[in-house]
């Protein structure tokens, strides 16, 4: 099913050969806006691909180019709490892979589990806990795509972790590096929960990307990682966690993401 897509997308969308994937998490959207020659295709027209049913995710392909390179933009992820098989998450990323993508970046808006990286700030993601109990290669394996017990030591690409740092070091925008963690959600986590976490190792808690990557990793494409921190997990702060918060922090932070991610996909691309 994986190749129908494939070629139902790139005959819709008239893709050529783009090299890199971008799929754009919670109040992340400003980045459409610097796409040129856009195509647009809605997920509710792919064949077997889900829908996204949650707020500032709009579900929809768009291909076209940055800095005059050929990109693939998500706009907008299915999460597993919306009722989605983990599988078909792993079947879209797969579909990516048959379109002869390369490249994934994975954005999304995170709570913070460390004081020290506050509400605004850009996160690289060097690591992942799955705590979601979920995993998208559950079922039979397609060996087309990657082997049965696929490592996840270098899920996030080494190499792209030290370019974007370079870039944003040239850029002077301010980032930080840590372990992303996800729950399955759609609740937000006790204060109790957020404690544990932090003690796990992770800096940084969400509802999504997680799936992905193991897809990603499992198909062999090199993987990029940004979190937008839009607030402190459950008991950091006085304020309760709430999706408009999230949306709104992200929006604020966008512009940056926007442009290290515009120098990026121009050196990389």
Known sequence: MSNEVAAFIKDYLGIKSPKIAIILGSGLYDFVDKIQNKKVLKYKYLPEFPESTVEGHNGELICGTIEGKE?????????????????????AINSLKDLGIEKLIVTNAAGSLNKKIAPGSIML????????????????NDEHYGPRFSAMNDAYTPKLLEKIKKIAKKEKIDICEGVYLMVLGPSFETPAEIRMFAKFGADAVGMSTVPEVIAAAHCSMEVLGISVITNYGAGLATNTPSHQETLEVANKSSANLCHLLMMFIKEEG
Do not use: Q
């Open 71 to 91: 990109i693939l933009c998500i706009n907008g992820r299915v999460h597993l709490y919306e009722g989605n098989n983990p599988r078909k998450i792993a079947d």
């Open 125 to 140: 993601i060097n690591d992942h806990i799955n705590f979601s109990g979920k995993n998208p290669l559950i079922g039979p």
